[in-house]
Nanobody
Framework: QVQLVESGGGLVQAGGSLRLSCSASEKVLNFNDMGWYRQAPGNQRELVATITIGGTTNYADSVKDRFTISRDGAWRMLYLQMNNLKSEDTAVYYC?????????WGQGTQVTVSS
């Protein structure tokens, strides 16, 4: 069973920054396009950022120019650098392949932005 483990969330004031991390197996991270997703209370889970095997990134309009997705050199970790956070970024953040093919999602990491 593939495990996805997200970390790095927390409480931050509007305008602040956080860096999220996702740990997954080398097989998952090295052979799949990856994505960060988020789910706010009462909303469906949405895709906010993707990175292809080749390193091409893509972002939802709502986070463009504020969030940066990346992998580390050994491709065992996936990151999401979040700058200039807004209250509407408050959500639980998850990682998965893109599109999401891993059935068992991780526990996610809570990001709360206070205004």
């Amino acid at each position: 069973q593939v495990q996805l483990v997200e970390s790095g969330g927390g409480l931050v004031q509007a305008g602040g920054s956080l860096r999220l991390s996702c740990s997954a197996s080398e097989k998952v991270l090295n052979f799949n396009d990856m994505g960060w997703y988020r789910q706010a209370p009462g909303n469906q889970r949405e895709l906010v950022a993707t990175i292809t095997i080749g390193g091409t990134t893509n972002y939802a309009d709502s986070v463009k120019d504020r969030f940066t997705i990346s992998r580390d050199g050994a491709w065992r970790m996936l990151y999401l650098q979040m700058n200039n956070l807004k209250s509407e970024d408050t959500a639980v953040y998850y990682c998965n392949t893109s599109p999401a093919t891993i059935h068992f999602w991780g526990q996610g990491t809570q990001v709360t932005v206070s205004s």
